[in-house]
């Protein structure tokens, strides 16, 4: 056998499982392909690890703030507005993909579409998994959890913006939200585990939450 017959069709991909190649080996020793992922590699410890990791805005702000702790901050901002359990748990995953493919500053996205595209599908993949039924859920849930990442934006402008953005000093009282402090990497991988976990152990049946706000009156137009 001559060495090119082992990159034939069914070969090559064989090897190409077993090795790893154009695939990622993720914390927990399992190989995922970003293009071709599949349910049995994608894995919420890996997420919540690479997540604790990667920093926020491309590493241009005043403390190591994580993806993930953002993720959380979503979540827990979404009950905040009176969402629910399962709006939270799409708060909680709506970056997951950047565990796999990192997280790119917005004003670059424009510019790479296939970025987007595919982490798009990654993202659809990884809820799928986690929350059956999300793609079937009224729009408002979905308008939701962008208006909660987009405030969570202005809060932490406000709180790693570098320096220090006085403009920003108002946003806390605004939308009733403190200062964010950046948690030490360890600490916020548990804590999105932990969150994950509450989340999961909740009715998935949408329900309206417990909030101020109800997402009967946010879909009106909160």
Request: charged share 25%.
């Amino acid at each position: 056998m001559q060495l090119k017959d082992l990159f034939e069709e069914p070969a090559a991909e064989q090897i190409a499982r077993e090795v790893g190649i154009g695939s990622i080996k993720c914390w927990s020793g399992v190989y995922v392909d970003p293009m071709r992922p599949t349910l049995d590699t994608v894995r919420i410890d890996d997420i919540a690890h690479s997540l604790s990791l990667v920093c926020r805005y491309g590493g241009h702000c005043n403390d190591h703030y994580s993806v993930a702790q953002h993720c959380i901050e979503v979540a827990a901002y979404i009950e905040h507005l009176g969402g629910t359990a399962f709006t939270s748990m799409m708060g909680l995953l709506h970056d997951a993909e950047e565990a796999y493919f990192g997280d790119m500053p917005s004003p670059l996205k424009k510019h790479y579409p296939d970025y987007k595209r595919h982490g798009e599908y990654m993202r659809g993949f990884v809820m799928d998994k986690y929350i059956p039924g999300w793609r079937d859920v009224p729009r408002w849930y979905m308008e939701m959890v962008h208006q909660a990442d987009q405030d969570m934006y202005q809060i932490e402008r406000m709180s790693f913006s570098a320096p220090y953005d006085e403009a920003f000093t108002t946003i806390g009282n605004k939308y009733g939200w403190g200062v964010v402090n950046a948690k030490a990497c360890k600490e916020v991988e548990a804590e999105y585990l932990r969150w994950f976990a509450a989340l999961g152990r909740e009715d998935r049946i949408p329900v309206e939450g417990r909030g101020a706000v109800s997402p009967k009156s946010y879909a009106e137009g909160y």
